[in-house]
């Protein structure tokens, strides 16, 4: 039905060809600009590994340094306690090993060595100095995460582009077939049809769409549901979705139970968040009530929480949409764990960030809750992990009802404390298995958890961040064809509804004729070669119609 419409609007504006034609060698350009950006995360994220591995090697080294200081003072008592009398043979045997270890961390020492002085040319070469390490460090991360905030933005912009070049050829196939279909001698019977086949097609899906809002709304009377779907209509002409998509999202909040005068409001509001978010009119329908529902919001509410996800998806490496679908997994399970919403969205913000998958990072951050609250019910093992942080389980749940945040950090930073080998042992302790490779990259990025944890908790920050990227995105010549589009759709639409009944009419009586015809046919084979033309004509309009 999408690719009706647009041949239709592409024909009427004969000048918007040019442009359209561009989609087709667009995707190159944004393809070649998504490899560079790539290739430029991948030599900034080599850097990073480099100063991980002149970090590890230099405590090795101290490591190596030290063990060569106490051997050596091994070696020392063990000479003395020789030379005091006749040497035993164990203190022999006790000289010759020490000596032997002695020789071996030397050489270790002397290959370390060797190593660091690579990597410190290495990273010299990349601008990155060994005596300002910290600093450099702490710059390079940045630019990783900006690399990767620009990665994710061309990645979304070349799936656009995409979606908008296959659409176009879908478009462009459908118009060669009608061509076909002219020439092979249906032309007079196809102009026809099509002449009423555009408003009838978008009166169709329109009544089909306004059927579904029909089965979960209580209309008390005809005119109420005449309105409402007048309303929606007048809404698609000022906001760049079609009408039945629109439908759809009103029917997704009539059947989360909002109430009816609320429905086009939330519509609106779901509208923006879908081209915010880059989703579909279904999913941000469907996910704007369950949100409401799950954290039990007003609408004014629920905005509030779109424009925090909005504005962590501004300003980390995660999309929207991403964010979105990890705070709807978790739902209410926030709420026992003490969690606001857009504390629940940060923590998907940053875990997301990291390139950890939706459904795994809502496994995690779920799991982590139920461990966080556990209290009485915690297990002996969960008891002893949280033993060896220097808590208590059932102190740590009742913290997280008076404040979940400062509670989560405090243990995250207690487990980064414990030495490397302690903690993958400990997660798994208190959060399970399958919660380790979301919640461990916590331990290495406490900063960024911190820093969108005060994201949402500033409302002089992502307060309207929805409404602006809105506003942004909808300030474009495809938004305003859009507009254009709905225009005509919503006259169509009015036109179609005016032919539905008496082609329900003449569909009827059609059948019914069919039915007799069919039956005279089956008796008179010879006579009835002279029905083809006819019923070659009856078919195409009907395939126009019901395409």
């Not at 430029?40 to 200081?69: M, N, P």
């Not at 962590?312 to 991403?322: F, V």
Request: net charge positive.
């Amino acid at each position: 039905m999408a690719d009706l419409k647009l041949e239709v609007l592409f024909n009427a504006v004969d000048k918007l060809s040019g442009p359209i034609k561009t989609i087709v060698g667009g995707s190159k350009t944004l393809s070649d600009a998504f490899k560079k950006t790539s290739t430029e995360l991948k030599a900034l994220e080599a850097q990073q590994r480099k100063i991980s591995g002149f970090k590890q090697l230099k405590e090795q080294s101290e490591k190596t340094t030290q063990a060569i200081e106490q051997n050596k003072e091994t070696l020392k008592q063990l000479k003395t306690a020789m030379n005091i009398g006749a040497p035993t043979q164990q203190m022999v045997k006790n000289l010759a090993r020490a000596e032997a270890a002695q020789k071996r961390l030397k050489a270790a020492q002397k290959n370390q060595g060797t190593e660091m002085t690579a990597l410190v040319r290495e990273l010299n070469q990349a601008g990155i100095s060994v005596d300002n390490l910290a600093d450099d460090e702490s710059e390079l991360k940045n630019k990783i995460h900006l690399t990767t905030m620009e990665i994710n933005r061309q990645k979304e912009s070349l799936e656009r582009h995409q979606k908008a070049q296959k659409q176009y050829e879908q478009m462009q196939g459908r118009m060669a077939k009608a061509s076909e279909l002219a020439k092979k001698g249906l032309m007079v019977a196809g102009a026809g049809a099509a002449a009423m086949a555009i408003p009838v097609h978008l009166a169709i899906d329109y009544e089909s769409a306004m059927a579904d809002v029909k089965k979960v709304v209580n209309f008390e009377t005809p005119q109420q549901f005449k309105i409402m779907g007048d309303d929606i209509i007048r809404l698609s002409t000022e906001l760049p979705m079609a009408a039945k998509d629109i439908a759809a999202i009103v029917a997704a909040g009539g059947q989360s139970g909002i109430a009816k005068n609320e429905l086009l409001g939330f519509a609106e509001s779901a509208v923006k968040m879908g081209v915010a978010f880059d989703i579909s009119a279904q999913e941000s329908g469907q996910a704007m009530a369950e949100m409401r529902t799950a954290f039990k919001m007003s609408q004014t509410e629920v905005v509030s929480l779109a424009d925090k996800i909005n504005y962590l998806g501004n300003n980390t490496p995660a999309a929207a949409k991403g964010i979105m679908d990890i705070v709807q997994r978790i739902g209410p399970l926030g709420e026992v764990g003490g969690f606001a919403s857009g504390s629940i969205a940060a923590l998907g913000a940053t875990i997301r960030g990291m390139g950890v998958a939706e459904e795994i990072a809502a496994t995690g951050i779920k799991n982590m809750m139920l461990a966080l609250v556990a209290g009485e019910s915690a297990t002996k093992g969960q008891r002893a992990a949280y033993k060896d942080l220097g808590l208590d389980a059932g102190q740590v749940a009742k913290d997280m009802q008076t404040d979940a945040e400062a509670t989560t950090l405090k243990v995250i930073k207690a487990i980064s404390k414990l030495d490397k080998y302690k903690q993958a042992a400990t997660l798994k302790e208190l959060f399970g298995s399958e919660s380790l490779g979301s919640i461990a990259p916590l331990l290495t990025n406490m900063e960024a958890l911190e820093k969108n944890l005060s994201m949402v908790g500033d409302k002089s920050k992502y307060a309207g961040s929805m409404q602006a990227e809105y506003a942004a995105r909808a300030a474009t010549t495809a938004n305003n064809i859009q507009l254009a589009k709905n225009q005509v759709a919503g006259l169509a639409i009015n036109i179609g509804n005016v032919l539905l009944p008496p082609i329900n009419t003449m569909l009827g009586k059609f059948t019914a004729v069919m039915t007799v015809v069919q039956d005279w046919a089956s008796r008179n084979p010879a006579l009835a070669s002279s029905l083809v033309k006819i019923a070659v004509g009856g078919i195409a309009i009907i395939a126009v119609i019901s395409a």
